[in-house]
DNA sequence: TATGAATGAGTCTTCATTCAT
DNA sequence: TATGAATGAAGACTCATTCAT
């Protein structure tokens, strides 16, 4: 009957380590962050990250797995919209809401898609993996709207994210993200 | 007859370096990059590269410059072309020409902005300068195409090829790129 | 019966790196004392010193530190003699009995003093800290014989064991050192 | 016919490296002292020192040689003076004058021996020699004023002297000089 | 499971000294 | 003699990973 006093632990801990992971890599990137500094984000003693995950790698793989989810949830918001087109507006909308924070540290997903694919492990197919998915998952909404060029579409509106994202990360400018949403909201209207 | 046995050397080293740099800082990121790596790649001896530049980052530094210039020769050559839209087109057949590099590594321009935009140094100031160089000569064919909205077109068609890059990388997938900028050159049509 | 085997550790460990490093610094000198230098005095791996000390600088701070507490043990051990005159005699005793040691690395207070007014850091600070404690002792003593002059007596007996110890170091001889301090008890003497 | 343009050359330059190396290393202390930093000071090329010299060690030794001839000098001048007790008091006066740049960087004689006595190199034996010499001087003239414990007494001056020295550089405050140099004026008196 | 401490390989940087001309 | 450039041997510091308890 003693326990409490100190935080959650067990499986609760592994999921705040990924969690804690997935934040600090986005805001400090991969090779600006070490071990410890994911260890204090979580509160977790950095000997104890090991027994959790054997590598580094392996935590940043539990990084990209968390927020895979959290993409999961958001496409799942996204489903409960009636049509494909609102659902595509909805995740624009989703992206300027995010504005700011992308204006100081970038897209989480592309930044991380950019640091990986560097790297010889096979930590960047895991982050290829969450793009496809998010890649199929939009592809489908065109599909409904009727398109034959669905893939290219989805291609060309992902793409259109990542690029948004980086500029408005460079410059520091989250109004880019605005105006450019704006500009692709009236380019899906036109799709119809 | 006698001409080579040995390197190049005096400033001709410190543009070997900077180049050899900004090759290496592409394929391998600016993380993963030793200087011993760079002097590798350059024949140059480690210790040797302190007498050009005085840290790592100025060698950083010189590389985004190089880079700067190799982009500022591709605008030049751009500008021989009689028309904006022309120029714009050379610029996607610029980038479906480098398709294969860009699977591989990404775009250079855009994987330094954005490993550099996570670090505290000027490095991302330096690049953000390269991409706003390239964005204004952007939005001048746009304006001269005659359109208001020119920097909002520039904004766009910088991003769709930095995102195009991003997916075509994280893929190694170099058709994507081309896909994509059959696209853009429609819609640079769709625009007179 | 299980106790020694392994060195022992814990805050034991971080003393013994403090306490080395004053010594090796002592004999050494600062600049020519490496951290591997001081680790192996410790019987410590290099790697390990960084644990208990963020820099050298650090380090070098704790072994002044540590230098401080044993002159204060020594000052606290001088306090039990009952008149201001026995303990500056004493005081001179122990510069007597430290003669060898000064003669081979000099006086460890004066000696760091020396080399760390030359640094920007504020190590010169620290070690002036400790001198000016012992002045102000000094003078007590001085004033507790009724002498409105203790502070200029104080700096002057002061800087007389510092310069003798340089000479008595300079030339490698003991005896100076031994001289000078009976010439200053008389001088004590003559001051009642 | 066609020389100058240049400054001096020759034995002019290994001179004038020489007493460069005496300036920089006082103020800066030799081990923060790069070869380098004396060239530069010199306004020689770094290649060109060791055309004078085949070592780092050599140049300070030369330094060292250099001061030694700038301490010769101080004294042909104070054997001017008709008495003993003059000469020393002005001995003590050109302390005095020496003052702010003592509180600065200390006795330049007395810096050198506390730095090259922790030195394996022959160094220390130079500088010792140099404070020998002066020792030598400053006991003829204690002798000459009928003092049978001349040395002893010569070395307690110069002692005091190194050791306010040292006080007055640790406490940046030139004023110790000066009370000090009063108050062995007064004893200098008292000896007659 | 938990945790402070330990370890060692790797990286940047400095600098005396040497070399080619 | 003169000089810019070259070289390599350290040295400080970081950090993923492991160990002992």
């Not at 962050?33 to 977790?44: F, P, Q």
Request: net charge negative; proline share 3%.
């Amino acid at each position: 009957m003693t326990d409490s006093k100190k935080v959650e632990r067990g499986p609760g801990k592994r999921e705040r380590l990924a969690s804690a992971a997935a934040e600090v890599l986005h805001t400090q990137g991969v090779a600006q962050t070490t071990l410890a500094d994911i260890a204090k984000a979580a509160e977790v003693p950095v000997g104890n990250v090991y027994y959790y995950f054997k590598t580094k790698d392996q935590l940043v793989e539990a990084a990209i797995d968390a927020h895979s989810r959290t993409l999961d949830g958001m496409i799942a918001a996204l489903d409960e919209l009636p049509t494909p087109a609102d659902r595509l507006k909805a995740l624009l909308g989703g992206w300027v809401e995010q504005r700011e924070l992308t204006a100081r540290y970038g897209c989480p997903t592309g930044t991380l898609a950019s640091e990986l694919d560097k790297r010889a492990d096979g930590l960047d197919r895991s982050i290829a993996a969450v793009i496809e998915a998010l890649l199929n998952w939009t592809e489908r909404q065109f599909a409904q709207m009727g398109r034959a060029d669905a893939r290219e579409l989805a291609v060309a509106l992902i793409a259109a994210h990542q690029g948004i994202s980086l500029l408005t990360n460079t410059f520091r400018d989250p109004d880019l993200m605005t105006t450019e949403a704006r500009r692709l909201e009236r380019w899906i209207d036109s799709l119809t």
